[in-house]
């Protein structure tokens, strides 16, 4: 079971306006405090947004935290995507890839 993306846009780019397949999470600590960032995107946008979250999180000096990557629509062609394991996300959609944040 998937978190279906609305009719949206990208919000990697003002000027994109491909479907948000994808969502890049981010979840950190500073200090005591909890700090999230998510960003829907297009498969055009996922690198460059996933790697600017994590700079953005170091520069920032968040620390105890991950950048998850979860699908979470297919192509509108597509079934839904079913992978019971994968989509326990407490954000939604299935994760297939987090990048734990330097400490």
């Known amino acids: ?9 990208c919000q990697a780019h003002p000027l994109c306006d491909r479907a ?3 969502q890049a999470a981010l979840e950190a600590k500073d200090g005591s405090n909890p ?3 998510n960003v829907k995107l297009c498969a055009v946008h996922l690198g460059d947004v996933v790697q600017l979250l994590a700079t953005w999180a170091q520069e920032r000096r ?4 991950q950048v998850t990557v979860l699908i979470i629509d297919q ?3 597509g079934p839904p995507l079913e992978l019971p394991w994968l989509c326990d996300s407490p954000v939604g959609g299935c994760a ?3 990048i734990t944040l330097a400490k």
């Open 35 to 37: 700090v999230s960032r």
């Open 1 to 9: 079971m998937t978190a279906t993306a609305s009719r949206e846009s």
């Open 96 to 98: 297939f890839g987090t």
């Open 75 to 77: 192509s509108p062609m």
């Open 20 to 22: 948000p397949f994808f």
């Open 62 to 65: 968040l620390t105890h935290g």
